[in-house]
């Protein structure tokens, strides 16, 4: 059973940085697409950015695109997400989730416990 555990969350001030990662045991990583989602206070959890399994192919939410950077290492069986130039709206728990299903359409598999990020203004 694969296990995904989200760390590298925390207290960060506008315009600063975070990076989090994902780190993934129990299964094969390299087979899985990795993705992030979060789910602010009183919002429904919605998507961040998506990586391929060869991590050629990403995808951004419109919210991010150009501040975040997905990326993963499969040597090392963790997924990342480098977030730049932060905003008090990306307070939220960011989740990590692998899915091995081809379609885009198809279930999240696994996920993280999430990490709280908070973005002080």
């Known amino acids: 059973q694969v296990q995904l555990v989200e760390s590298g969350g925390g207290l960060v001030q506008a315009g600063g940085s975070l990076r989090l990662s994902c780190a993934a045991s129990g299964s094969t990583f390299s087979t899985a697409v990795m993705a992030w989602f979060r789910q602010g206070p009183g919002k429904e959890r919605e998507f961040v950015a998506r990586?391929?399994?060869?991590?050629?192919?990403?995808l951004y939410a419109d919210s991010v695109k150009g501040r975040f950077t997905i990326s993963r290492d499969n040597a090392k069986n963790t997924a990342y997400i480098q977030m730049n130039s932060l905003k008090p709206e990306d307070t939220a728990v960011y989740y990590c989730?692998?899915?091995?299903?081809?379609?885009?359409?198809?279930?999240?598999?696994?996920w993280g416990q999430g990490t709280q990020v908070t973005v002080s203004s």
């Open positions: 989730a692998a899915r091995w299903g081809w379609a885009p359409s198809d279930p999240y598999d696994a």
């Open positions: 990586i391929s399994r060869n991590g050629v192919s990403t």
